[in-house]
């Protein structure tokens, strides 16, 4: 896709963003529930960007930019301090493999290892069958009986919905979808909404603006 027209892209969906999220809202409800912690949070917590992925377990668009972008993003913003990555759950369903997946990972996540179950269910052939998510919480080492009661309860649901309703919120209409904001938030620099898994030049070419160091900045 050409530069210009992508870039025209996510300049609609920022000017989107920034309207819903305007200066009065800027240090209210809505951006302080965009960028809180819910403890599924990769970076250093004091970074100055936050970028936040909207996604579905079963996306065949997600996993193409957690195998591809996001080991590019991690290497360059997320180890250098630059970053922090959040990750928000939309079940592109209200029930099936998708559905089933983020709770899996929730529960993993109880038991301080939901990167661990994340990744391997974005990585190899991506099996989620209810036998598959048990082999997978073995693989990484979680208490069983307690994973598959976690499971049965389904405790997590409704915040995985919210989570979705958020993403709807911020008009995303598929997956995966990602915005990009300072971590602590300035009316002058609105969040900056990425409508699916672009290359990673275009993650790139934002985040180096907002971090002052884009191709503009340079050449002031």
Known sequence: MPSTLLAVIVLLFAVVLGHSLGPKQAAGQ????????????RGSATAPITLVEYS???CGYCKKFFQETWPRIQSKYIQTGKIRFLYRDYPRSDQGLGLDAA????????????WAMHDRLF??????GA????????????DLPRFAQCLQEGR?????FRDRAEGVGL?????????????EPSPKEPPIVIPGAFPFEVFEEQIDRL????PSKQKG
């Open 156 to 160: 997590h649901v409704n915040a995985i």
């Open 103 to 114: 709770i899996a990972a929730r529960c993993a996540g109880e038991q301080r290892l939901y």
């Open 56 to 58: 579905d377990f079963t």
């Open 171 to 183: 008009s995303f209409r598929g997956t995966p979808g990602f915005v990009l904001l300072r971590t």
């Open 131 to 142: 036998a598959d998510l048990k082999q997978h919480a073995q693989a990484i080492g979680l």
């Open 30 to 41: 809505t951006l302080e529930t965009l960028l809180r912690d819910d403890g599924r949070m």
């Open 123 to 128: 990585g190899g052939d991506r099996r989620l």
């Open 211 to 214: 971090l002052g160091v884009g």
